[in-house]
């Protein structure tokens, strides 16, 4: 173990990684949860399902990383492109659970393909700066959009789109039984909020559980009936035979026919929706994970004197390796969470802890039946929470600059306003392009970023 993961080397103990690795179990088991209630709006795949594909895909992309880098990170399903996969691809585009985890192949794939020819570096510095960072602050936004719809907080409005939902119970069209998720919803993300504050480990977890618990209380006490609505079965089995029936392989035995999709948007149409949609979830991926692997290491002090990640390429891999097995076992890419972050803090230094975190994500497969009884509204909160988390990357930004402030403010803001990643991410880097134009640098952009730029315009023009 010693020669492996060279843990006194990097100045810990076995007994510290231990610790550390469930440190970052604690801070990340919400995403099972969290994955599953998201793809649980789509009707062809249950709960239960997801779940286990969320768990196995965390384990696969948790071992890797700790063996093939020696980090004490974890990777699971990132919750914004588990959004974008529901509510934008399925719901938005038109296509199926398994087209959509066809793209997700495809960005696993050609995620592989970037690492291993180096090509990865040449992209993601193509992409301007101040695009990159407002990526995550608009898949944030976007998450917190979707977790204030689920908990019914926020209501479809026939003047403005969308707007609060009413607490007026003197109006008599409004029930306690419509309030109180919603403020169950408000008080568990504010409890996160406190606990993370206080330094409390797995906050997002015990928020959840809190809500839940909360929810229960208040629905026996003060609804009437409230029972009769709670339906769940406590064979775990049922889990993993919902999974191979519903997601494992999905993405080849019925993923690859786009006929519906063709016959309504021609050919052209699908192949640049194809290209478009893809490369979105690649370069979310990308800098999802390239500045989550950044962030997490300089905490640890982890990088290098040039500061670097230390194994950057292979823990690259790690995670392009795991989005391609998330695709078969059917969920969303998978990403570095930054929430594995607190078992640095706890000491973590090495890919043991990375082990450790991969076993407790398996002991959680079998327990899907407890996790389907935690109710939207709780998990809504997380979702909240976590959008609150991403959005603190827009501090670099100089928006006191036009030229940095524009194409960042569309990325950040295109990206919830429509529900599409690659619409917001487009309209950036379209935008830096004419104004670098306008401003001769036309020299200073790199060629791969014209090309990008070329390949969303002819999205709008073509397919949208």
């Known amino acids: 173990m010693e020669k492996f993961f060279h843990i006194r080397e990097r100045g810990s103990t076995v007994r510290t990684e231990v610790l550390a690795g ?31 594909a969320t768990a196995l895909s965390a384990v696969i992309g948790t071992v890797l990383i700790g063996l093939l880098a020696n980090l004490p990170l ?50 993601f510095e193509a992409i301007p700066k101040q695009v990159r960072m407002a990526i995550p602050a608009g898949l944030g936004l976007f998450l917190a959009f979707v977790g204030l719809q689920k908990s019914g907080l926020i209501v479809s409005n026939s003047s403005t789109c969308v707007s609060m939902a009413s607490f007026n119970v003197c109006s008599g069209g409004v029930t306690w039984a419509a309030i109180m998720p919603m403020l169950v919803t408000f008080f568990a993300f504010l409890a996160i909020a406190i606990l993370s504050k206080r330094g409390v480990r797995g906050s997002v977890m015990w928020g959840i559980l809190g809500g839940a618990a909360a929810y229960y209380l208040l629905g026996f006490l003060t609804i009437p009936d409230f029972a009769s609505g709670i339906s769940v079965t406590m064979n775990p089995a049922s889990s993993f035979t919902d999974f191979a029936a519903q997601a494992f392989g999905k993405v080849f035995t019925e993923g690859f026919d786009f006929s519906s999709f063709i016959e309504a948007n021609g050919t052209g149409g699908f192949l640049v929706m194809f290209a478009a949609t893809s490369m979105a979830f690649c370069v979310a991926d990308i800098f999802d994970t390239f500045g989550t692997l950044c962030g997490a290491c300089a905490c640890g002090n982890l990088l290098t004197p040039d500061g670097n990640v230390p194994g950057m390429d292979r823990a690259m891999l790690a995670g392009a ?33 990375a082990m450790v975190t991969a076993v407790l994500f398996f002991a959680a497969m079998f327990l899907a039946p407890i996790a389907g009884l935690i109710p939207g509204c709780a998990t809504a909160a997380a979702l909240i929470y976590v959008g609150v988390l991403m959005v603190g990357c827009v501090r670099g930004i100089d928006w006191h600059n036009p030229e940095s402030a524009v194409p960042a403010f569309l990325t950040m803001t295109m990206i919830p306003f429509t529900c599409n990643i690659s619409f917001g991410i487009a309209l950036g880097l379209i935008s830096f392009l004419i104004i670098e134009a306008f401003l001769g640098k036309i020299r200073c952009v790199k060629p791969a970023a014209w090309i990008m730029g070329v390949l969303f315009a002819l999205t709008f023009f073509l397919t949208h």
């Open 22 to 52: 469930v440190t970052s179990f604690m801070a990340m088991a919400y995403i099972l949860m969290v994955n599953a209630g998201i793809f649980s709006d789509l009707e062809t795949v249950s709960y239960g399902a997801v779940y286990v």
């Open 74 to 123: 974890a990777q699971a399903s990132g919750m914004g492109l588990s959004a974008y996969f529901v509510y934008t691809v399925c719901f938005g585009l038109g296509l199926s659970y398994a087209n959509a985890l066809v793209l997700v192949f495809v960005d696993g794939l050609v995620f592989i393909l970037l690492t291993v020819t180096g090509l990865r570096q040449k992209i």
């Open 321 to 353: 390796i795991a989005t391609t097995a998330g695709a078969i076992c059917g969920t969303s890419a998978v990403t570095t969470f930054a929430e594995s972050s607190a078992g640095i803090a706890d000491g973590g230094r090495t890919g043991l802890a």
